[in-house]
């Protein structure tokens, strides 16, 4: 069992090599799905190795023991990690749930307010413009969700470029993407070695929107034309936003991360040129080889999580049947 827990909490090791091949190989809206999923796996069963070690010597305690009716005689019999890792374990783990239960309070009032200030916009169409000057851009979900963009941006964009901003925008209401961005930060939360999928995710779902831009105006290089011009504005201008559950069309570089930078040939490029980049070059392809490596280590992962678990439960069993 100790060998397989040991397995569970060394697999998140590999979040960045695979946030790289799925950025760089796996078409965006296959690629967000994917490692959001995966983070959530990853720290899901790093936590439940945590727990399975503190488990494991909680049971061995006379008082618990009692509590549970097991027999200490048949425990002391099965397989079970060094007491000394009880203590180190349930601290992780108790910091990885103080972690994960903030971040799903504060995101659960970031997107309060976004409901909130999505139905106080002036007017009931998706499309709301502000007299701002500063160049923006953003979506903010909610029931129903609203599309938010300044005069300033639209300034600077001409007809088909404004098509195309809002078919981007448009993309991450209609797909959901911040919920794919919330799981992603919260398994990231849960455990900072996933950090890099996370990191990923908010750059694919970006890619994902372009791509969806791209194929509602059947022009990629305008796509691309009107992120570099609504960029270049938007870093001119400095927009604030005043809600922070938001997804826009250009990326601020401050959630770059050593994962983004080097997830594709652009090493060192901020997002926005790597999505120009990607616009101007071939549609992407499905990339069912990285898809299937990375499931397979999804899977392997997860059998060696259950088979920690289902080793703990037969001594369990077979402890409390001996006392009977």
Request: charged share 20%; with cysteine.
């Amino acid at each position: 069992m100790q060998v397989l827990i040991l397995l569970t909490l060394v697999f998140p090791l590999l979040s960045a090599p695979m946030a790289r091949t799925v950025v760089g190989r796996v078409e965006p809206r296959r690629a967000t799905w994917l490692l959001a999923a995966a983070a959530l796996l990853l720290a899901g069963t790093s936590c439940g190795a945590l727990g399975l070690l503190v488990l494991a010597q909680l049971v061995r305690i006379p008082t618990f023991a009692r509590l549970g009716h097991l027999s200490l005689s048949a425990i002391s019999t099965g397989e079970f990690p060094s007491p000394w890792t009880a203590a180190p374990a349930g601290v992780l783990l108790g910091a990885a749930l103080l972690a994960a239960g903030t971040f799903t309070v504060r995101r659960a009032r970031a997107l309060a307010d976004a409901s909130r200030h999505a139905r106080d916009l002036p007017g009931r169409d998706e499309l709301v413009v502000t007299g701002d000057s500063a160049a923006d851009a953003y979506t903010v979900p909610g029931r129903p969700g609203r599309i938010v963009v300044s005069t300033g941006m639209l300034d600077v964009l001409d007809e088909r470029g404004r098509a195309a901003l809002l078919a981007h925008e448009r993309a991450h209401l209609t797909a959901r993407h911040h919920w794919f961005t919330a799981a992603a930060r919260l398994a990231a939360a849960a455990n900072p070695l996933v950090r890099p999928l996370a990191t990923a995710v908010e750059y694919v779902v970006e890619r994902w929107a372009d791509e969806a831009a791209a194929a509602a105006v059947g022009d990629r290089r305008l796509v691309a034309q009107a992120i570099a011009r609504a960029a270049v504005a938007a870093k001119a201008t400095r927009p604030r936003r005043s809600v922070a559950a938001t997804l826009g069309a250009v990326l601020p570089a401050a959630r770059r991360g050593r994962a983004g930078r080097a997830a594709d040939p652009l090493a060192g490029a901020g997002p926005v040129p790597r999505r120009v980049a990607a616009l101007l070059a071939p549609a992407p392809r499905t990339g069912l080889p990285a898809i299937a490596v990375c499931l397979l280590v999804l899977a392997v992962a997860a059998v060696c999580a259950l088979q920690a678990a289902d080793h703990l439960q037969d001594v369990l069993k077979l402890a409390h049947v001996d006392l009977h």
